[in-house]
């Protein structure tokens, strides 16, 4: 019997990590409200009944945790992840990860530590995608998620400003984008 359920459990880890879907929100300029409506986007996701996680990619700025309230709740940071071979256990870091509202919140916190390596970065995303069916992203103004390499699959959500200066920096960073990700 404990062979059977741990073979279950292992192909739905593989199941879930093959239809995670990565959801990355992006602008380019800050105080747009982004982190606002990734949470909320999370929110509504999760309220939906899909497993959740939320993602702080503003790994040169952060903050995602401030913004949620739950900054002082404890758990761990971006700051403190460690990947030297490039893997993570989702169970393991999800165990680990302050909740919001039932979503596993990994924030960004530059002040408290240094930045992430793209492999440790990769090796989050990987490991929330064992159990998690949505992974929402605030990737901030995309320096990280640039670097990551996402799927064809990955969806991404550009905040604008809605001025001549916003509509201007908008079109840099789509072009931006479609280099990145060919979307």
Not at 24 to 46: C, R
Not at 150 to 155: A, G, Q, S, V, Y
């Amino acid at each position: 019997i404990d062979t059977h359920i741990s073979s279950t459990t292992a192909s739905k880890a593989t199941l879930f990590s093959q239809h995670t879907r990565m959801v990355v929100f992006t602008a380019p300029s800050s105080g747009t409200g982004l982190s606002t409506l990734a949470a909320m986007f999370a929110l509504e996701t999760s309220n939906g009944g899909l497993r959740t996680a939320l993602i702080d990619l503003d790994v040169h700025a952060g903050g995602l945790d401030v913004i949620l309230g739950i900054e002082g709740e404890s758990g761990l940071r971006m700051s403190e992840v460690s990947a030297p071979l490039g893997h993570l256990s989702g169970s393991a870091l999800c165990a680990e990860l302050p909740q919001w509202e039932g979503i596993a919140v990994l924030g960004a916190d530059p002040w408290n530590g240094p930045i992430p390596n793209t492999w440790e970065l990769q090796a989050v995303i990987e490991a929330l995608a064992q159990l998690h069916e949505v992974i929402v992203m605030d990737a901030g103004q995309g320096a990280a998620v640039k670097q990551l390499g996402l799927d064809d699959d990955t969806k991404i959500v550009i905040l604008v400003e809605m001025s001549v200066l916003g509509m201007a920096r908008a079109k840099s960073h789509i072009a931006e984008m479609i280099q990145c990700f060919g979307k």
